[in-house]
């Protein structure tokens, strides 16, 4: 019996293998260690080109490979996939829906302008994401968040739009500009959508809950790029506060940023678009995270996302996290966060 997981079936694999060597050798003879089984690699951007290099003149040209230098690619080990060879595992199942289908063995070779390429970005920034809030503790210590397989489909339909729907539960990446899923901060953004809705079904029906909907996206963006530069010790070479700085080359003039966690908006800025207004949230977000730093800041701002209401306005949405931060770590973090929304100008806190 092999458990069904890929280490168990590669181990059971390479125990036929040995068996089998080990037939063909002379009575009493031993066969020597075969080596231990390599993880499957696969070749993804260190979060973007534009961060990874600096390179702010960077520019996309209908996907061309020549876009990009080698130097924003790194390789890495794809994890927790399941025994079919395709992408997909406990935390993430890629479709593509055009095109043709990524696989793990071909994982290392791909470059952008193939499109399996993003099937793989998606695999693997889906999985990084999933790994970063088990690390902070959910799905153990803590509830879960999203600790399930998430469905993601690609597609080459030519939309430069990526997004979440909560019918489904599923991911969809566009193309368009830069191809959406060339941009894990574009891919954490979405999958933030998916831990909002896995928190609280149906998150995000009033304008103020969308925008904080958008802001966790963003924020979840910079947190899991910021932890995996730190992980794999890759380089960062533009300001963390900046979102999406490849994907944005299409659109915003040098720095590129789709948008920015560190501005400098209040409550009184609000402007009844959930995008522009998730930046309020954002910056109260990133001030909690340089006050308490990023671990206990996640906790806090992740596990207070359980209590808030789908229809959550900001007062009630900042008043159950520093409730939160007071009950998980007491009363000078309850103060931090505190601040931080009283920076924004949120009243009633
Ligand atoms: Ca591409
Ligand atoms: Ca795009
Ligand atoms: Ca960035
Ligand atoms: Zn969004």
Known sequence: MSRRTPRGLIATATATVAVATAALLPAGASAAPLPAPS??????????????????????????????????????TLRNLDASGALSGKWVDVRSETGKPATVAGAAAYNRSDDQFEQVMAYFWVNEAQEYLQGLGFG??????????????????????SFF????????????????????????????HAVHHAQVPGFGTSPEAGSIGEAFGDYLAVAVGTHAVEKYGWAMKADAACVADWDATGYSEAPHCLRRIDGTKTYADREGEVHADGEIWSRALFDIR????????????????????????????????????????????????????????????
Do not use: C
């Open 290 to 349: 340089n006050s308490l730093g990023a671990r206990t800041a996640d906790r806090i701002i992740v596990n207070a996302q359980f209590g808030f209401a789908p229809d959550t306005g900001f007062r009630d949405a900042a008043l159950t996290t520093v409730a939160t931060a007071q009950k998980m770590y007491g009363t000078s973090a309850a103060n931090a966060v505190r601040a931080a929304f009283r920076a924004r100008e949120i009243p009633g806190l």
């Open 39 to 76: 993880l499957p690699q696969a070749r993804v951007f260190m979060v973007n080109p534009v961060q990874a290099t600096g390179d702010q003149s960077l520019t996309d040209h209908k996907d061309a490979a020549s876009d990009v230098p080698a130097s924003a690619y790194a390789t890495a």
């Open 140 to 161: 153990t210590e803590l509830p879960g968040a999203n600790d399930r397989t998430q469905p993601v489909r690609l597609n080459q339909w030519g939309a430069d739009n």
């Open 165 to 192: 729907t909560d019918k489904k539960a599923e991911i969809r990446f566009g193309k368009g500009g830069v191809d959406d899923a060339e941009d894990a901060e574009v891919i954490v953004h979405e999958y933030g």
